[in-house]
């Protein structure tokens, strides 16, 4: 009886999206924190392209560079829910700073979590997890987006240390990390069951960075390619064993999709809230917007698929920390989330007509973040591609 009634419970709790009064404390911090220090620099951050370095080590302070890692690491030891809040919140002020906290907390920090070594965590986790150290993730190489098992770069063992050569691109905080979690060929004729996860310090010699590309969104947050050249990693930093590395990156890409998909609500939220506070405040016709049908639709479809995307993450994260499957859970997540913040702030834009056009209103700004979200980490197409196969195959 004591499980049947603690499942349904949780099944409850999940349907309407309880949060536990730990949960509400860290949103609302993370809300708190977004408004007050986020918020005012974030036009210009963005229309420069500065990266949030005092910001982000105020997020370290508070335990947000290391949500989900265990405390004898230096983590706060939250759970997957409490993570997704705290980016969604974030985003919502900021998408910039939320995808610097979702890559170094989903893909660099949780890949150390599950298949670090002792030595390992001992020397790189505790100082991501503490925000001492800022990790970034490199899978994607020139030739290899989607594809991400065509890679080039590879890794040759030499005694007591791989020389990796090759080229990476489109990594996220690539200029501003202080370590990378590279994937790389150590068996080229095993295809992807020879990739290889390493962890690469940025103080190596051999490591060249592109130029910062100049992007269409998420601005603040630094992306560039990275070089290697005979860069010799010491063996202890092979991550697991040789040939683990695809597996690693897919199993970690799946909770990276939970982050990009709080993310993406983050921005839809922040479209409705302006759509809301400006169609009760703009008058037509002698009455406010609000009371057209037309304007009533767009803010009713993003107020439905906002709270739909909640549940889909809400349900992968619960997933992952109940050790479940959830691969195509958080591929439906980040589809319907990264959808639903690409018609939320196009329709928000709409919504405030020319103002909207306009950067001082911080609206076509969301537009412009929302559809990374669509991208990377697994396009959509690539994310359908893995819901029908998980369909299709149970």
Not at 208 to 230: A, M, P, Q, V, Y
Request: one cysteine or more; proline letters at 2%; charged letters at 25%.
């Amino acid at each position: 009886m004591y499980w049947w009634w603690r499942s349904f419970c949780l099944n409850y709790r999940k349907s309407k999206l309880i949060l536990t009064e730990q949960q509400e404390l860290v949103r609302n911090t993370a809300r708190d924190f977004a408004i007050k220090y986020l918020e005012p620099g974030a036009i210009e951050r963005d229309d420069k392209a500065k990266f949030p370095h005092q910001e982000v080590k105020m997020m370290g302070d508070l335990g947000f560079m290391g949500v989900m890692v265990p405390e004898k690491w230096n983590g706060a030891g939250m759970d997957t829910i409490s993570y997704s809040l705290i980016i969604e919140e974030i985003s919502r002020i900021d998408a910039s700073a939320g995808v610097i906290v979702s890559v170094n907390n989903s893909l660099v920090c949780q890949t150390l979590v599950n298949y670090g070594n002792d030595f390992q965590n001992e020397t790189y986790l505790k100082g991501l997890a503490k925000g001492d150290l800022l990790g970034s993730f490199s899978l994607s190489e020139p030739q290899s987006g989607s594809d991400a098992s065509n890679m080039k770069t590879i890794a040759e063992k030499d005694g007591s240390h791989y020389i990796l050569n090759g080229t990476k691109n489109w990594v996220t905080n690539g200029i501003n990390s202080d370590l990378i979690i590279v994937m790389s060929l150590t068996d080229k004729s095993k295809g992807h069951k020879g990739v290889s996860a390493f962890i690469v310090p940025k103080n190596i010699d051999g490591i060249s960075l592109g130029k910062k590309e100049n992007k269409l969104g998420i601005r603040s947050s630094d992306t560039c390619e990275i070089h290697f050249t005979n860069c010799r990693i010491p063996v202890e930093n092979l991550i697991d064993s040789e040939g683990e590395g695809y597996r690693i990156a897919l199993t970690t890409l799946d909770g990276g999709r939970i982050g990009i998909a709080s993310q993406a609500v983050g921005i839809a939220q922040a479209a409705l809230d302006k759509s809301k506070v400006y169609a009760k405040d703009r008058k037509q016709f002698g009455k406010p917007i609000s009371d057209f049908g037309a304007i009533q639709e767009k803010i009713a479809n993003m107020g439905t698929n906002i709270e739909a995307s909640r549940h889909l993450i809400h349900n992968a994260a619960l997933l992952k920390d109940m050790h479940k499957p959830f691969t195509k859970e958080a591929a439906m997540a980040k589809s319907f989330s990264s959808q639903t913040a690409m018609d939320s702030a196009t329709d928000c834009v709409q919504i405030f007509g020319g103002y909207g056009y306009m950067q001082e209103y911080g609206v076509e700004r969301l537009m412009r973040d929302a559809k990374i979200t669509q991208i990377y980490e697994g396009t959509t197409e690539i994310q359908n591609m893995v819901i029908a196969r998980e369909l299709l195959e149970n």
